[in-house]
């Protein structure tokens, strides 16, 4: 077991040794601690902190966990120019799964009555589920416009308007982003799943706000008491898994021929400047974009269901885009006035204000950090500050699983955690009862915990608590 050492209330290291280049540095809680060594994280911890060209430190967020590779809820940026790397396993299969928030005029009493229709509407329009195929047919050189576009594409058909590209990170678009590096099997996966939200923890949430902690930020982003806001949860559906799973062999051969020594196979890379990383950073940016394009898509059926459900424009609905944020992604960022590759796997990006690559509107105030809850749990909106330089900017992306799927169904059955949930006011739907069983409550984290880990530590403040009231499940 690793010899993890306390070194404040809410952050512990693990001193290097062995091959580890840098020190590896955990946020958490005590109690968070003690899971994170009985499922031995510690250990890919180490192993990321052992890649050439890595920085400082190899970071967990509190919601960290057991992944590939690299553990979910792990960052490490890397030195280019310093034979620094890039690993498809330190980003994940499910490149830029992300979320969005969009916020209503609406109150609870507005819709409450007609909450059930609203999902059904929502769920009718809106394909969720393993293998869920979208209403659009597109070419494949639109396919590769997607790719390229990212939001851009999507709005410029009339699926949003010019203030969601502001509103997304990087506008909805990584301009590094080569649809030629894409495989034609990654083209197939993607091509009918555009709109689509998927199946696993990805969801859709009608919620309610229920408490403010910074009123000025609540206020300058359109945040109030009571107000109905809505979460979409997905990502880049089978394109993003294919490119991945594509990339990782082809990492498996330039380990190889640059005679990198790796602790861990499955964090198989290459040097960022070589061909081979250059090649999977402009693909792991065409998967980005489609899944900006996804998000912004269902955003735009959620405002046609929810002005079909209330018979009411959408000037007297609301749903402007608070923001988007990616999960697992990796970006050229500034930091310390030079340029480094930042690995964010289920860790959320938190710029604090004055950056420069922040809209105008949260230039003054931060970045908001949207931070997703697990079915029947509340959500969190917080805000990037300038101590999270510690954490090269990134903070936590959601809860973090505590039990593996499996475990979780043996815990409750799909119909008894929908019951369950009716009970506390919150209605579920679900093509597959099974995955509601996976991703039961139970399963996961402590949401307020992990939250006030984030806070506390300085990575990211809290802004705003949202509660579910009602939740689509792939």
Same mark, same amino acid.
């Given at each position: 077991?690793?010899?993890i050492?306390?070194?404040?209330e809410?952050?512990?290291?693990?001193?290097?040794?062995g091959?580890?280049?840098?020190?590896?540095?955990?946020?958490?809680?005590?109690k968070?601690?003690?899971?994170?060594?009985?499922?031995?994280?510690?250990k890919?911890?180490?192993?990321?902190?052992a890649?050439?060209?890595? $920085?400082k430190?190899?970071?967990?967020?509190?919601?960290?966990?057991?992944?590939?590779?690299?553990?979910i809820?792990?960052?490490?940026?890397?030195?280019?120019?310093?034979?620094?790397v890039?690993?498809p396993?330190?980003?994940?299969?499910d490149i830029?799964?992300?979320?969005?928030?969009?916020?209503?005029?609406?109150t609870e009493?507005?819709?409450?009555?007609k909450?059930?229709?609203?999902?059904?509407?929502?769920?009718?329009?809106?394909?969720?589920?393993?293998?869920s195929?979208g209403?659009?047919? $597109?070419?494949?050189?639109?396919?590769?416009?997607? +790719?390229?576009?990212?939001?851009?594409w999507?709005?410029?058909?009339?699926?949003? *308007?010019?203030?969601d590209?502001?509103?997304?990170?990087?506008?909805?678009?990584?301009?590094s982003?080569k649809?030629?590096?894409?495989?034609?099997?990654?083209?197939?996966r993607?091509?009918?799943? =555009?709109?689509t $939200?998927?199946a696993?923890?990805?969801? $859709?949430e009608?919620?309610?706000?229920?408490?403010? !902690?910074?009123?000025?930020?609540?206020? &300058?982003?359109?945040i109030?008491?009571?107000?109905i806001?809505?979460?979409?949860?997905?990502?880049?559906r089978?394109l993003?898994?294919?490119?991945?799973d594509d990339?990782?062999?082809?990492?498996?051969?330039?380990?190889?021929?640059?005679?990198i020594s790796?602790?861990?196979?499955? =964090? &198989?890379?290459a040097?960022?400047?070589?061909?081979e990383?250059?090649? !999977?950073?402009?693909?792991?940016?065409?998967?980005?974009?489609y899944?900006?394009?996804?998000?912004?898509?269902i955003t735009?059926?959620?405002?046609?269901?929810?002005?079909?459900?209330?018979?009411?424009?959408l000037?007297?609905?609301g +749903?402007?885009?608070v923001?988007?944020?990616?999960?697992?992604?990796?970006?050229?960022?500034?930091?310390?006035?030079?340029?480094?590759?930042?690995?964010r796997?289920?860790a *959320?990006?938190?710029f604090p204000?004055?950056r420069?690559e =922040?809209?105008?509107?949260?230039?003054?105030?931060?970045?908001?950090?949207?931070?997703?809850?697990?079915?029947? *749990?509340?959500?969190?909106?917080?805000?990037?500050?300038?101590?999270?330089?510690?954490?090269? !900017?990134?903070?936590?992306?959601?809860?973090g699983?505590?039990?593996?799927?499996?475990?979780?169904?043996?815990?409750?059955?799909?119909?008894s955690?929908?019951s369950? +949930?009716?009970?506390?006011g919150i +209605?579920?739907?679900?093509?597959?009862?099974?995955?509601? &069983?996976?991703?039961?409550?139970?399963?996961?984290k402590?949401?307020?915990?992990v939250?006030?880990?984030?806070?506390?530590?300085?990575?990211?403040?809290k802004?705003a608590?949202?509660?579910? =009231?009602?939740?689509?499940?792939?």
């Amino acid at each position: 077991m690793s010899d993890i050492k306390k070194v404040s209330e809410f952050k512990f290291e693990i001193p290097p040794c062995g091959a580890m280049k840098v020190p590896g540095v955990i946020y958490a809680s005590e109690k968070m601690i003690r899971h994170i060594e009985r499922e031995n994280v510690s250990k890919q911890i180490e192993n990321v902190a052992a890649l050439p060209g890595i $920085l400082k430190y190899s970071l967990a967020m509190p919601d960290v966990h057991w992944g590939y590779g690299m553990p979910i809820g792990g960052v490490a940026a890397m030195d280019i120019e310093k034979d620094g790397v890039v690993s498809p396993g330190a980003i994940g299969y499910d490149i830029n799964c992300g979320v969005r928030l969009l916020r209503t005029n609406f109150t609870e009493d507005k819709i409450r009555e007609k909450l059930r229709d609203l999902l059904k509407v929502i769920f009718r329009n809106i394909p969720s589920g393993v293998g869920s195929r979208g209403k659009l047919r $597109l070419t494949q050189k639109e396919v590769g416009d997607v +790719l390229e576009k990212g939001s851009v594409w999507a709005v410029e058909r009339g699926f949003g *308007t010019e203030d969601d590209i502001s509103h997304t990170e990087e506008g909805g678009c990584l301009r590094s982003a080569k649809a030629d590096f894409v495989s034609n099997r990654a083209l197939e996966r993607g091509n009918p799943q =555009l709109g689509t $939200l998927g199946a696993g923890n990805h969801f $859709l949430e009608i919620q309610k706000v229920v408490e403010i !902690y910074d009123e000025g930020k609540a206020k &300058a982003w359109g945040i109030f008491p009571g107000q109905i806001t809505v979460m979409i949860h997905t990502g880049s559906r089978g394109l993003g898994y294919q490119v991945c799973d594509d990339y990782l062999k082809v990492m498996q051969t330039a380990v190889r021929k640059y005679g990198i020594s790796l602790a861990d196979r499955q =964090l &198989a890379c290459a040097p960022f400047e070589s061909e081979e990383g250059r090649r !999977y950073f402009a693909a792991m940016c065409a998967a980005a974009n489609y899944a900006w394009c996804n998000r912004q898509i269902i955003t735009h059926r959620v405002r046609e269901s929810f002005m079909e459900a209330f018979g009411a424009p959408l000037s007297e609905v609301g +749903l402007e885009l608070v923001w988007d944020v990616a999960h697992n992604i990796g970006k050229i960022e500034e930091f310390e006035n030079r340029k480094i590759f930042i690995h964010r796997k289920g860790a *959320t990006r938190a710029f604090p204000a004055g950056r420069k690559e =922040l809209p105008e509107k949260y230039r003054s105030t931060g970045q908001p950090v949207i931070v997703p809850g697990s079915m029947g *749990t509340a959500s969190y909106l917080l805000v990037g500050e300038e101590s999270a330089s510690q954490t090269f !900017y990134s903070t936590c992306h959601g809860a973090g699983r505590e039990m593996s799927r499996k475990k979780a169904m043996k815990l409750e059955s799909g119909q008894s955690v929908v019951s369950r +949930l009716k009970n506390e006011g919150i +209605l579920v739907l679900s093509d597959k009862l099974r995955t509601v &069983a996976e991703e039961a409550p139970a399963a996961y984290k402590e949401i307020d915990e992990v939250v006030e880990v984030c806070d506390r530590s300085g990575i990211s403040k809290k802004v705003a608590k949202m509660v579910p =009231l009602g939740v689509i499940k792939g």
